[in-house]
Structures are given as C-alpha cells and as structure tokens.
C-alpha cells in the first residue's frame, strides 16, 4: 500500500493541475476533421479496424492504437467532449505515475540520496509542467499521452530486465505514435549511465557480457526503422515535408539549434506559451538569433562533457534529448512550426530527473519549500495555460494575441466570427489576413464566399480569381465562384467553372447539380434566371494550419 502512496499522489496532482480540460471543446485546430467530421473510426467494426490499421498520408502519422482507444471513447461517450479529455488525461496521469517509479530506479542505480524525494519531485515536474498542456488538453493530440505511457513502461520493464515486456510496450508506444522511433538510443545511454552495462570504451562492446547487450539493442531497432520508414513516407504523402527549395539546409541548422534551446528555456521558465509557434517568413533576419542558438547548444554540449567524469548524468540527460527532438528538431521540416509545446513530451524527462536530483540535495526543509513551491506554480501555470484550449476562439485569439502578424489565426477567427453569423466582423478579420499575406488563397476564398452571402456578387468575383492564382489546385473554389456568377445570372460563365471543379474532384455532386442547374438557366428568359438563382456558397475554411 505505502508503495503505490507517492505513484498514486502523482496522478492526483496531474489530474488537479489538468481539470479544467475537462471542460474544453473541440477546436478548430484538427479537431474537425481528425475527429467530429471523421467517421472512420466511430465503431469497432472490421471496416473501421482495417482503416485504422491502413497507412494514409492525411494526417502523416501511422498511429493504429490511438484511433481505437479514439473508438473506444466514442463507444462510450459518443461525441462528447468531455469523454476524450477525460481518457487523455487519465493516460498522462498513468504515464507520469509510471515515471515516478522509472525515476525511483534510476536513482537508485545511480545511487544517488534522497532517492525517494527525488524520483517524487521529478515526476511532479513532468506531471504538472505547462509544456505538457498541448498534449493533454487538445483531443487530436491523443498520440503523445498514449505512446508516453508505453514509452514509459518500456523503460519500466526494460530496467526490470523483464525484455519481453517491454518489447511489446514499446511495440504499443511505436503503434501509437512514431516519436518513441529513438527509444533504443535511450536505452543504450541507460546501459552507459546508470546501468553500466556497457563500458564507455569501444573496445569491451565485442565481448561476450557486452556484445549480448548490444545485440538485444536489435530487437528494439527493428521495429523503430520500421515505422521510422512508414512515419516519412506519410509524412511526404501528406505534403507536411518542406522541400530543399523552399528552406534551405543552413536555415534548417539554425532551426534545429533554435528548437533544441527552445525547449530548454521554455521548461526553465513556461511562461508566453502559444498553441502556435509559426515559422518566421524572414529566416535571415533570424540569422543572429540562430547563431546565438547554436552557440548556447555547443557550450551546454561542451559543459556536460567536460564534466562527464564527476557527473555522468548531465552528459546522458543532455544527449537524451538531443536525439530524443532530433525527428521534430526541424532538419526535415514538418509543417509550419518552428517549435510545438507537444515536440517536448518525451524530450524533456531528462529534466524532470534533473529538476528532482538538485532540489532533493538541498537540505530537507528547504528542499521541501522549493519543490512544493515550484510544483504549485507550475501548477497554476498550467490551469492557465489549459483554459487557452477551452474552444477554438480562446485558442486562435492567443495566437494572433501572441502573433500580430500571422495570417491564419485572422482567417480561423474569421471562420467563427462568419459562423456566428457577424459579417462584417469576419470581413474584418479576413481583410487583416490579406493584408498580412496578399496572397493567402483560402482567406480570399472564405472572404468571396462571406461577400456572396452578403449579397455582393459582384465584389467577390476578383476574390475567387486570386484564391486560384494562389492556389490552382484549391478544391471548391471553381465551384464557389460558379455560384456567385449563378447568382448574377450568368449561366455559361457559371457552367464553365462547374466543370473545371469536376475536373479538379469528379465525385463533387454539388458541382454537377450546379452544372445541370446553369443549363437549365441558359434556356430560361434573363428575369426568371435571376429570381431563380440563389445556390448557397459552400464554407470553406481550408489553409492556414
């Protein structure tokens, strides 16, 4: 019983720090399609299953248990907010309890005193921790609580030295979210420190103790190559992967050192966190930033390695996470972040285990005070920080607080406003976009759609024009504008761009009653075809993130 006193005290503080995620909605930020307008996985049917299982480019992740434990709250909660969050949560409460007993055992291994407060205030740290909001509170991000737990327990069985388990968590962290691909790299640096195994000096790795170590390590590599494989293949098929051309390898470089101290200051100090971090448009003008990045990796790097000897945790925990953010570090650019509070999740357990060692050396009452202290803040940090995930308006109304300049926030604030039925409100909004980005071709589209149901066709023709300059390949937006010249009673114009939506997407059936309805017009005098032509627009809200 005393045993599951301090793992049982660190789910209760991730669930008091986490609550008010409970009531949260979904959001505008994958929420729509990943779940609410997503059928595939509403059922544990075999064709859901199957479609689960089945590698598809949208979304770029290969993550099969995730979608049934999504299933499974939908057996039971149905669509209800409050179900997915609740499962969420109770996954990075489990993780985190779990952690607590992963941290006990390194201290001990690596004898270190005050073992019990120490693995107790590090699995606090991650816990309750700010950066751990985004993977908590937001429902699509089921992929991080879920493969951290198995994660977790890999590590758990793995320095229980009970293998077969932890293969088969790790199999379950691998199928639930590619980021777990590094694990093996973390073991083979808990061999070197504290395990042991394995000495430091290449030359033992061939003798019988050590080359079996190394040999196991196969039994891990084989499965992370292999969903490592299929993670950049939908990656690439999703279009997620930015091009040589667009952002160069020296710039990439910079990124990565950027992200890599990212995550270091903001665990030192989460405060101005955004659910968004977009990439700069300007990369030269972040050059000196960069290069200021780069030299604060290296002298950490040379930090920890000069002091290897008489304190081989700070060199472990560093490159810990140096190959744990490698996939998301930016070197192969995923998206338009330059950072994600979710990229942390894993990363940053090395810190946790820090955080927990250097409180619990100072002296018991003050080691009391400062870890209570720090626990409660980060705490109230996170209550904070979770309500910026409430709904869609509190979520995109941070980022354009946090990011004047950035465009898609204006378009998604945009989208609610015109949802609301606030017109002119969204014109607003849409207007600010274009002037951030002129060439933004969803927000031209949603902004020649608002104006068409405003009753001002004529001005949102020169809209759609620019939404496929920008954008040829845009879906809808042929059959948007076809509407708006039904609407103005100009049949033919309507009937050609009817067309080119079908050639662009041949199953849109609006698009073909559209067609058929502006031949009919043709045949018909000029006033009974403009009092019979009030088509609807469709909403699209493409673009942005």
Same mark, same amino acid.
């Given at each position: 019983m005393r045993r599951a006193f301090f793992p049982a005290l660190v789910a209760a503080a991730a +669930?008091?720090? +986490? /609550?008010?995620?409970?009531?949260?909605? +979904?959001?505008? &930020?994958?929420?729509?399609w990943y779940l609410v307008n997503n059928h595939e996985f509403k059922g544990w049917t075999l064709e859901h299953l199957r479609w689960m299982f089945t590698p598809w480019p949208r979304g770029g992740h290969y993550s099969p248990l995730? $979608?049934?434990?999504?299933?499974?709250? $939908?057996?039971?909660?149905?669509? %209800?907010?409050?179900?997915?969050? /609740?499962? !969420?949560?109770?996954?990075h409460a489990a993780g985190a309890a779990v952690f607590y007993l992963v941290a006990l055992r390194l201290f001990e291994e690596a004898r270190a005193p005050g073992k019990t407060g120490a693995a107790l205030l590090a699995a606090l740290f991650f816990a309750v921790h700010p950066l751990r909001v985004e993977s908590v509170a937001w429902a699509s991000e089921r992929r991080d609580v879920l493969s951290g737990l198995f994660y977790l327990l890999t590590i758990h069985f793995y320095l229980r030295r009970r293998l077969g388990a932890g293969l088969a968590c790790f199999a379950a962290s691998l199928l639930s979210k590619g980021m777990a691909m590094t694990l093996p790299f973390a073991l083979i640096l808990l061999d070197l420190y504290p395990l042991g195994r394995i000495s430091s000096s290449p030359r033992a790795w061939l003798r019988p103790p050590e080359r079996s170590v190394w040999l196991e390590k196969v039994l891990f590599l084989a499965p992370a190559a292999a969903i490592a494989g299929v993670t950049v293949h939908l990656q690439v098929a999703s279009?997620?992967?930015?091009?040589?051309?667009?952002?160069?390898?020296? $710039?990439?470089?910079?990124?990565?050192?950027?992200?890599?101290? &990212?995550?270091v200051a903001k665990t030192l100090l989460p405060l101005s966190l955004s659910p968004l971090y977009p990439m700069p448009s300007n990369l030269p003008a972040m050059a000196p930033t960069f290069a200021l990045c780069a030299?604060?990796?290296? #002298?950490?790097?040379?930090? #920890?390695?000069?002091?290897?000897?008489?304190?081989?945790?700070?060199?472990?925990?560093?490159?810990?996470?140096?190959?744990?953010?490698?996939?998301? !570090?930016?070197?192969?650019?995923? @998206?338009?972040?330059?950072?994600?509070?979710?990229?942390?999740?894993?990363?940053?357990?090395g810190f946790a285990l820090l955080y927990g060692w250097a409180v619990s050396r100072l002296p018991a009452r003050a080691a009391m005070a400062a870890g209570g202290m720090s626990v409660l803040l980060l705490a109230g940090l996170t209550w904070r920080q979770t309500?910026?995930? %409430?709904? !869609?308006?509190?979520?995109?109304?941070?980022?354009?607080?946090?990011?004047?300049?950035?465009?898609?926030?204006?378009?998604?604030?945009?989208?609610?406003?015109?949802?609301?039925g606030k017109d002119e409100e969204a014109a607003a909004l849409f207007l600010e976009a274009l002037s951030i980005e002129?060439?933004?071709?969803?927000?031209?589209?949603?902004?020649?759609?608002?104006?068409?149901?405003? @009753? %001002?066709?004529?001005? !949102?023709?020169?809209?759609?024009?620019?939404?496929?300059?920008?954008?040829r390949g845009h879906k809808a937006v042929h059959y948007n504008w076809g509407v708006a010249l039904l609407r103005l009673g100009r049949g033919s114009e309507a009937a050609r761009h009817f067309r080119q939506e079908l050639t662009i997407d041949p199953g849109h059936e609006p698009s073909r009653k559209a067609l058929a309805a502006a031949l009919l017009m043709e045949k018909r005098p000029l006033k009974k075809r403009l009092r019979e032509a009030r088509l609807p627009a469709e909403k699209h809200a493409q673009g942005g993130t």
């Open positions: +669930f008091a720090a +986490f /609550l008010p995620s409970l009531g949260n909605g +979904f959001i505008n &930020f994958d929420d729509g995730t $979608w049934m434990s999504l299933a499974l709250d $939908w057996s039971l909660w149905g669509m %209800r907010p409050m179900g997915f969050h /609740l499962t !969420s949560l109770a996954l279009g997620s992967v930015w091009a040589l051309e667009k952002i160069h390898v020296l $710039w990439r470089v910079g990124v990565a050192c950027y992200g890599l101290m &990212f995550y030299l604060g990796a290296a #002298a950490v790097t040379a930090l #920890a390695v000069l002091r290897a000897k008489r304190q081989p945790a700070l060199v472990a925990v560093w490159a810990f996470y140096a190959l744990s953010i490698a996939p998301v !570090s930016g070197l192969v650019q995923i @998206g338009p972040q330059i950072a994600a509070d979710r990229y942390s999740y894993l990363p940053c357990l309500s910026v995930w %409430r709904d !869609s308006e509190t979520l995109w109304a941070a980022t354009a607080a946090a990011y004047p300049r950035h465009a898609p926030a204006r378009l998604f604030l945009g989208n609610l406003s015109a949802g609301q002129p060439r933004y071709g969803a927000a031209h589209n949603n902004l020649a759609n608002l104006l068409v149901r405003m @009753g %001002r066709e004529q001005k !949102s023709l020169d809209h759609y024009a620019a939404a496929l300059e920008a954008s």
